[in-house]
């Protein structure tokens, strides 16, 4: 065993054995004068500086200057202690209080009364929930028993980007960088810097993010995905060893909502990198014992226990009893699960696609190997998710979407056969050109078949008549894949002129017409295909 060293000019004692040494009163002295000393240096700073009092919100839509109420910032005090020395801050159980911010009354204008604001709840749990649901209904409704004028500003915040998120654009031209746009990215800034860092802010910042990507607001989507990744890092919520800015958690639903949080983080920020290809992720793959999120019915209704030990367990009260065990990333994907899991699955395979093609092995024996072993894991999870899912819901078409993008995605650079290629680079690149008709065959039934989910009456329709959709459920997920399918198609018209081609083309093109209504990233897809149909010819 290594004797302890003495430090002279700390006048510490640093043990390196095996076993830690109880912590000596000299240890807590030294630890209460670094808190003092950081303490004195914040109210110093806080005297000779203020805080902002109000925000107003001007003619454009953008937050103004003029002062809001905010207590002094609590989190000042032992947020450079996380960061500057995290050891320290674990020894001495610190956490970071979360300072009060009012909800300015200009906010609380553009939200509307209580009845507004629980009508802006409800159809963001009919809508957007179904496909990301990532806000505890248990939780969000309790917290709409007080008056608004007395919640916090990050509750604040999180109604107004409940709104954005579900609000339908305009027709073209019309900007999607509406005014409430604007009032939801400044008072999101506003309420970080503050201070005030919280679950529900990065739940925000998420849902600002979802706002952007499924509306094509580029380069702002892949930034604000970068802030969020940032954001959950900070907070500790992407580990469970990590240092916490947040609290302990108590209840099953706070530890799921937690864990439903940072997997949207790792989904959406791995699909946001599907399009422009090199850019390395912001997030790591999550390990083998990362946790898949729970049942989604069981989310919903927020029956569950915490127990000590972590994990969800029983619990004596009836109404809260767990019925199911937590599954692992590792866990067999023949095993059923909700569909957001069976989505984070897809995703987390995704960013190992993403790894794969933007960093690939020199080993080209390894490479393919690696490629085919991913392709057929892949494969293995999407031919599980169509008999799990609902005839007339639309649900599972968003993990299924996402591994169509990631097999297409992965063939992408070994579809160009090329000169000085080895025998076997040539035949998994002959497996791949085959593998690409089928699967976009694939990709062209399931457009249908969500064509048909939003409009029973569609296979039937009268072509001079007009169709209506329900499209308010859609999600921006399954447009990648779609994309990339009607791209073969147009390739292949080019290359055969066959009329099955022509046909699944434009197939895919009415369902990018269908979505942009709710999403305009499906609107900015559509202009895309349309000129390649102009250029190839695709009739």
Same mark, same amino acid.
């Given at each position: 065993m290594q004797e302890p060293i003495r430090i002279f000019e700390m006048g510490r004692t640093c043990d390196y054995s095996d076993v830690p040494a109880s912590p000596s009163p000299e240890d807590f002295q030294y630890l209460r004068q670094k808190v003092q000393e950081l303490e004195e240096k914040l109210q110093s700073r806080s005297r000779n500086s203020s805080l902002p009092r109000s925000i107003t919100v001007n003619d454009d839509g953008g937050l103004g200057g003029v002062p809001i109420g905010v207590s002094p910032n609590p989190a000042s005090l032992y947020a450079p202690l996380l960061f500057l020395d995290s050891d320290a801050y674990d020894y001495g159980r610190f956490t970071i209080p979360k300072p009060r911010m009012l909800v300015p009354p200009e906010i609380l204008e553009t939200l509307g009364d209580i009845g507004e604001v629980q009508a802006i709840i409800d159809t963001y749990f009919l809508t957007v929930h179904t496909w990301m649901p990532i806000v505890s209904k248990k939780r969000l409704y309790q917290q709409l028993m007080n008056p608004l004028v007395e919640q916090n500003a990050d509750f604040g915040l999180l109604y107004l980007c409940l709104k954005l998120v579900i609000q339908r654009p305009h027709e073209p031209p019309a900007s999607v960088q509406t005014p409430l746009y604007s009032i939801a990215k400044r008072f999101y800034f506003l309420v970080e810097t503050s201070g005030v860092y919280s679950l529900t802010l990065l739940q925000a910042g998420i849902l600002i993010s979802l706002y952007e990507l499924g509306h094509a607001v580029y380069p702002a989507a892949y930034l604000s995905l970068g802030q969020c990744a940032r954001l959950g890092h900070a907070l500790g919520i992407h580990g469970k060893d990590t240092p916490q800015m947040l609290h302990k958690v108590g209840t099953w639903t706070e530890l799921e909502e937690r864990r439903r949080v940072w997997w949207a983080v790792v989904i959406l920020e791995r699909y946001v990198n599907l399009g422009s290809k090199g850019h390395p992720l912001a997030t790591e793959d999550p390990s083998r014992d990362t946790y898949l999120p729970a049942n989604d019915t069981m989310w919903d209704g927020s029956v569950g226990f915490f127990s000590t030990s972590g994990h969800p367990g029983t619990h004596k009260h009836p109404q809260e009893i767990i019925t199911n065990e937590p599954l692992l990333v590792s866990s067999s994907t023949n095993i059923q699960v909700g569909c957001f899991a069976r989505l984070a699955q897809a995703s987390h395979l995704l960013g190992r696609v993403l790894r794969h093609t933007n960093d690939l092995p020199a080993d080209i024996p390894? $490479?393919?190997?690696?490629? $085919?072993? *991913?392709? $057929?894991?892949? $494969?293995? *999870?999407? @031919? #599980? *998710? =169509?008999?799990?899912? %609902?005839?007339?819901?639309?649900?599972?078409?968003?993990? #299924?979407?996402?591994?169509?993008? /990631?097999?297409?995605? *992965?063939?992408? =650079?070994? !579809?160009?056969? /090329? %000169?000085?290629?080895? %025998?076997?680079?040539?035949?998994?690149? /002959?497996?791949?050109? !085959?593998? #690409? @008709?089928? #699967?976009?065959?694939e990709v062209a039934r399931l457009a249908h078949d969500i064509l048909t989910s939003l409009s029973p009456n569609h296979a039937n329709r009268n072509p001079s008549s007009p169709t209506t959709y329900n499209i308010e459920q859609t999600s921006p997920l399954i447009l990648d894949c779609m994309y990339q399918a009607a791209a073969n198609y147009a390739w292949l018209v080019r290359e055969t002129g066959e009329r099955e081609y022509v046909d699944s083309f434009q197939v895919l093109k009415g369902l990018f017409g269908v979505v942009a209504g709710r999403w305009r990233a499906a609107g900015e897809y559509l202009k895309i295909l349309e000129v390649t149909e102009r250029e190839l010819g695709v009739l």
């Amino acid at each position: 065993m290594q004797e302890p060293i003495r430090i002279f000019e700390m006048g510490r004692t640093c043990d390196y054995s095996d076993v830690p040494a109880s912590p000596s009163p000299e240890d807590f002295q030294y630890l209460r004068q670094k808190v003092q000393e950081l303490e004195e240096k914040l109210q110093s700073r806080s005297r000779n500086s203020s805080l902002p009092r109000s925000i107003t919100v001007n003619d454009d839509g953008g937050l103004g200057g003029v002062p809001i109420g905010v207590s002094p910032n609590p989190a000042s005090l032992y947020a450079p202690l996380l960061f500057l020395d995290s050891d320290a801050y674990d020894y001495g159980r610190f956490t970071i209080p979360k300072p009060r911010m009012l909800v300015p009354p200009e906010i609380l204008e553009t939200l509307g009364d209580i009845g507004e604001v629980q009508a802006i709840i409800d159809t963001y749990f009919l809508t957007v929930h179904t496909w990301m649901p990532i806000v505890s209904k248990k939780r969000l409704y309790q917290q709409l028993m007080n008056p608004l004028v007395e919640q916090n500003a990050d509750f604040g915040l999180l109604y107004l980007c409940l709104k954005l998120v579900i609000q339908r654009p305009h027709e073209p031209p019309a900007s999607v960088q509406t005014p409430l746009y604007s009032i939801a990215k400044r008072f999101y800034f506003l309420v970080e810097t503050s201070g005030v860092y919280s679950l529900t802010l990065l739940q925000a910042g998420i849902l600002i993010s979802l706002y952007e990507l499924g509306h094509a607001v580029y380069p702002a989507a892949y930034l604000s995905l970068g802030q969020c990744a940032r954001l959950g890092h900070a907070l500790g919520i992407h580990g469970k060893d990590t240092p916490q800015m947040l609290h302990k958690v108590g209840t099953w639903t706070e530890l799921e909502e937690r864990r439903r949080v940072w997997w949207a983080v790792v989904i959406l920020e791995r699909y946001v990198n599907l399009g422009s290809k090199g850019h390395p992720l912001a997030t790591e793959d999550p390990s083998r014992d990362t946790y898949l999120p729970a049942n989604d019915t069981m989310w919903d209704g927020s029956v569950g226990f915490f127990s000590t030990s972590g994990h969800p367990g029983t619990h004596k009260h009836p109404q809260e009893i767990i019925t199911n065990e937590p599954l692992l990333v590792s866990s067999s994907t023949n095993i059923q699960v909700g569909c957001f899991a069976r989505l984070a699955q897809a995703s987390h395979l995704l960013g190992r696609v993403l790894r794969h093609t933007n960093d690939l092995p020199a080993d080209i024996p390894f $490479r393919l190997e690696e490629a $085919r072993q *991913l392709d $057929r894991t892949i $494969r293995a *999870l999407y @031919k #599980l *998710l =169509p008999g799990e899912g %609902p005839e007339d819901s639309i649900s599972i078409s968003n993990p #299924l979407a996402i591994c169509f993008s /990631a097999i297409m995605t *992965l063939y992408s =650079p070994y !579809t160009c056969q /090329a %000169p000085g290629q080895s %025998p076997s680079e040539l035949t998994y690149s /002959a497996e791949t050109l !085959t593998s #690409l @008709k089928s #699967l976009s065959s694939e990709v062209a039934r399931l457009a249908h078949d969500i064509l048909t989910s939003l409009s029973p009456n569609h296979a039937n329709r009268n072509p001079s008549s007009p169709t209506t959709y329900n499209i308010e459920q859609t999600s921006p997920l399954i447009l990648d894949c779609m994309y990339q399918a009607a791209a073969n198609y147009a390739w292949l018209v080019r290359e055969t002129g066959e009329r099955e081609y022509v046909d699944s083309f434009q197939v895919l093109k009415g369902l990018f017409g269908v979505v942009a209504g709710r999403w305009r990233a499906a609107g900015e897809y559509l202009k895309i295909l349309e000129v390649t149909e102009r250029e190839l010819g695709v009739l």
